[in-house]
């Protein structure tokens, strides 16, 4: 056989989320040399100096959680006939209209809490195109680990519940993918990339872990922590794969000190899992 039918061969075997997550075990191995299996990892971290009180990260989260979903269940109650995309569309615009008020609420409550106001927060505009391709590397580094948590997940879940066990699609993928109409692929898709990774990373990586690293004055522990709460958030056959990602988001919160690389991380995570399904990988 020679090369080019070698090359051939291999091609037709090995697929393009093989060496996405060769290339990403590759980084992760990297990072655990360069920095002794991770202690050394944060020894350069500051805190971000703020005086929040405890309560004031529960604000903007009970409002995402629990005002705006509020909402979307009474829309629901006044508008029983519409057709289902159609009350979906309506659903996502309240969801964008909602989690743009608490971006706006988040905003107000850092400016008045945090030394430095937005950029004490982790938020400058000069540093986008750095945490952007930062965020794309630290993403590829964690997602074979992501997808190792959802095949011990589907795994364990086939032992306990039977073979006819499957991790639960997250709503937003089921939606886009039983509509083809192109507003509500629209909306949908400024939700997920959007509106939702910016609202929860300024809730769980600003707020939180900025909060809980201030109470227990260490960075891993805080970045555990948030990432616990992150998980248990969402359904349960999510929370193994999500706690990994959750731990990378407060890592690049940390290590950077921009709240900017938790989002595009979270954002391309997302999209990420949007386009997987609407090409049927």
Same mark, same amino acid.
Request: proline letters at 4%.
């Given at each position: ?92 615009? #309240? ?8 971006? *706006? $609420? &988040? !905003?107000?409550? =850092? ?5 430095? @106001? ?63 109409? #192109? ?8 939700? *997920? $990339? &959007? !509106?939702?990774? =910016? ?5 769980? @990586? ?74 049927? $990988?």
């Amino acid at each position: 056989m020679n090369i080019p039918e070698i090359i051939k061969e291999l091609t037709s075997v090995i697929t393009l989320t093989d060496i996405i997550c060769v290339a990403g075990l590759l980084l992760f191995a990297c990072w655990l040399l360069r920095t002794s299996l991770g202690r050394n990892a944060l020894a350069d971290s500051v805190p971000r100096r703020n005086n929040m009180p405890l309560y004031l990260p529960f604000i903007p989260l009970f409002i995402w959680f629990g005002a705006v979903s509020l909402a979307v269940s009474i829309t629901r109650e006044f508008l029983p006939d519409l057709p289902a995309w159609q009350a979906s569309l309506f659903d996502h615009a #309240l969801l964008c209209t909602g989690g743009t008020g608490v971006i *706006a $609420v &988040v !905003i107000l409550l =850092v400016r008045a809490h945090f030394a430095r @106001r937005l950029k004490g927060f982790g938020l400058n505009a000069k540093t986008v195109h750095k945490d952007f391709f930062a965020g794309l590397v630290n993403l590829l580094s964690i997602w074979p680990l992501v997808m190792a948590m959802i095949i011990l997940t589907t795994y364990f879940g086939k032992l306990t519940s039977g073979q006819d066990f499957q991790i639960q699609q997250h709503e937003e993928l089921i939606i886009i993918t039983a509509h083809s109409q #192109l507003s509500l692929r629209v909306l949908i898709i400024i939700t *997920a $990339v &959007v !509106i939702a990774p =910016v609202v929860e990373e300024m809730l769980f @990586r600003g707020l939180f872990q900025s909060m809980i690293r201030g109470l227990v004055g260490r960075a891993w522990l805080a970045i555990i922590l948030t990432s616990v709460l992150f998980a248990l958030l969402h359904p349960w056959t999510h929370w193994p794969a999500l706690f990994v990602l959750a731990m990378c988001l407060g890592y690049a919160y940390e290590k950077s000190g921009s709240l900017l690389r938790p989002i595009f991380i979270h954002s391309l995570f997302n999209a990420a899992s949007i386009i997987s399904v609407l090409c049927g $990988v």
